[in-house]
């Protein structure tokens, strides 16, 4: 990502919960999301409720990146869910892992009452602040913004300046980071994570191994790659399905679901067929 900008991903993360929102059978409501993407954008999300063009725009974007688009919103939906049975397990803080635009701490309402620590790129978090500043009013008082560069510094030293409480148990999201890091940066956050309290969950995405090493066994693949390279955000990292319960093992968390892409639209999208993404994957873990 350069420098001066924040990642483009997340907001078309954002982009892709305003237009669900806009949608009568949406899956949930996000009326924060079209305040963090840009003005193209924004006209057509308020397009959107027009069905020509709302075909459009999801053949359009289909084309574009296979599958992104439903595989995002059953993501966001899957991610929601998991975090509110993790909540009702007795999570008592969260703490989001390169938030981007992630807006769970204001349109969740089982989140009102509990703490939220998103950690994310200054650029990222600063930008995200201001919009909540102005779209808002006020950054939601339960939330707390801390800044790193995952790759250049330590989640330990960040803890220990701001005084994180690892005794509580712990929500942690990690989407749409790790295949964005060094495996050295990645192995050293799941080490970090696994110090928190037992009972904490931890729900991550990441990326099929393949999709680096041959990107064409995956529909949209080679293209998406390439695409990523032009804006500098190109993915480094990923796991073999079948090795994740393993490599977790080592820092004391247990592996209790990992899903691909064609699985969480079966869960949460069954009448919106689509293909492509099925490297993209959601898994939910617990400390042990």
């Known amino acids: 990502m350069k420098a001066e900008k924040t990642s483009r991903t997340a907001q078309y993360m954002a982009f892709f919960?305003?237009?669900e929102t806009k949608r009568k059978d949406r899956l949930f409501l996000d009326p924060y999301a079209i305040h963090f993407i840009d003005s193209k954008l924004?006209?057509?999300t308020r397009l959107y409720q027009y069905p020509i063009i709302e075909?459009?725009?999801?053949?359009?974007?289909?084309q574009k990146i296979p599958g992104a688009l439903s595989s995002g919103i059953a993501r966001t939906k899957y991610i929601d869910s998991l975090l509110e049975n993790a909540?009702?397990?007795g999570v008592k803080q969260v703490l989001i892992l390169g938030a981007g635009f992630d807006t769970r701490a204001v349109r969740l309402d089982f989140l009102q009452s509990i703490p939220v620590i998103e950690i994310d790129h200054p650029n990222t978090s600063n930008f995200k602040a201001k919009i909540y500043t102005k779209r808002i009013?006020?950054?939601p008082p339960n939330v707390t913004f801390l800044q790193i560069d995952f790759n250049k510094q330590r989640l330990d030293q960040l803890a220990s300046e701001h005084n994180l409480d690892f005794s509580?148990?712990?929500a942690v999201i990690w989407?749409?980071?790790t295949n964005y890091l060094t495996e050295e940066a990645v192995k050293s956050t799941f080490s970090f994570i696994s110090k928190f309290a037992n009972g904490s969950h931890f729900i991550f995405t990441y990326v099929h191994k393949n999709i680096l090493q041959n990107p064409d066994s995956f529909l949209g693949g080679k293209k998406l790659l390439q695409d990523l390279e032009k804006i500098e955000e190109h993915w480094t990292f990923g796991f073999l399905p079948e090795e994740l319960?393993?490599?977790l093992y080592q820092f004391n968390i247990e592996l209790i679901e990992d899903l691909g892409a064609a699985e969480y639209r079966e869960k949460f999208l069954p009448n919106r067929s689509e293909s492509g993404y099925e490297f993209y994957r959601t898994a939910v873990a617990i400390k042990k």
């Open 245 to 247: 319960s393993g490599y």
């Open 175 to 177: 989407e749409g980071v």
């Open 87 to 89: 909540v009702s397990k």
């Open 168 to 170: 509580k148990p712990t």
């Open 42 to 44: 924004r006209l057509a």
């Open 17 to 19: 919960r305003a237009l």
């Open 55 to 62: 075909k459009y725009i999801n053949n359009t974007i289909n």
């Open 137 to 139: 009013g006020k950054i």
